[in-house]
């Protein structure tokens, strides 16, 4: 049982247009968190969502917004797609606020035309 | 902004040999913790060590963590190809983790 399931695995789309990505936790953790990772493997936080309670990273443009209709979903909606937002989106989640572990689904891997 | 650096970036060891990787990060932590990330794959968690502990093991891997140095090291042991992946540390800031940049490990046979 994928205990982090993101989708869709790979998305293709042309820049301007707007898209969803989708995450869903079975691990009854309170905890959810968009990372992404450039083409250096370098993994900076966007969002991290606690208890209806968001906290965005400051660089991150406004065109990202996550919604939660849930506990365990956390979507990950981006307007307006860029070049530069091309990159490999992960969502984890864990207990606690990022004390204890994290568990990461295996990434959405976008690529604007 | 990035808290912690890997060293060294790729390391290329042989199948039995045993790997090492360090972390120095810039901020007082809470605890410090060691992911692998398989080709492709998402980020698994290896070891979470606190900041009160010196030395932690599981299974084949050893982490050690210097507090005064700020500095953090994960040792494989006898190492298999299976272990060929990106590694990386992680410390908590604010409501998240922060990453180092990772090591890239490759293990022939």
């Known amino acids: 049982d994928t205990a982090v399931s993101q989708t869709p695995k790979y998305l293709v789309t042309q820049m301007g247009n707007d898209k969803s990505i989708k995450c869903e936790q079975n691990l009854g953790h309170d905890t959810m968190y968009w990372y992404k990772q450039d083409s250096k493997k370098f993994l900076k936080i966007m969002f991290s969502?606690?208890?209806?309670?968001?906290?965005i990273n400051e660089t991150v443009p406004n065109r990202f917004s996550p919604k939660s209709p849930d506990k365990a979903h956390l979507n990950l909606h981006i307007n307006s797609l860029e070049l530069g937002d091309s990159a490999v989106y992960f969502c984890?989640?864990?207990?606690?606020?990022?004390?204890?572990?994290?568990?990461f689904g295996d990434g959405t891997r976008l690529s604007i035309l | 902004s990035q808290q912690g650096e890997e060293d060294p970036q790729a390391l290329s060891i042989q199948e039995g040999e045993n790997a090492t990787m360090n972390c120095s990060y810039k901020t007082s932590i809470n605890n410090l913790q060691w992911y692998r990330q398989n080709s492709g794959r998402g980020l698994v968690h290896l070891i979470l060590i606190r900041s009160n502990e010196r030395e932690k093991h599981s299974g084949r891997l050893r982490v050690t963590l210097d507090t005064s140095k700020k500095s953090s090291s994960l040792l494989i042991t006898a190492s298999r190809a299976a272990d060929t992946a990106s590694y990386f540390c992680a410390t908590v800031s604010g409501t998240a983790l922060i990453f180092g940049k990772g090591t890239t490990l490759s293990v022939s046979s």
């Open positions: 984890a989640s864990s207990q606690e606020r990022a004390v204890q572990p994290q568990h």
């Open positions: 969502y606690n208890n209806k309670e968001l906290i």
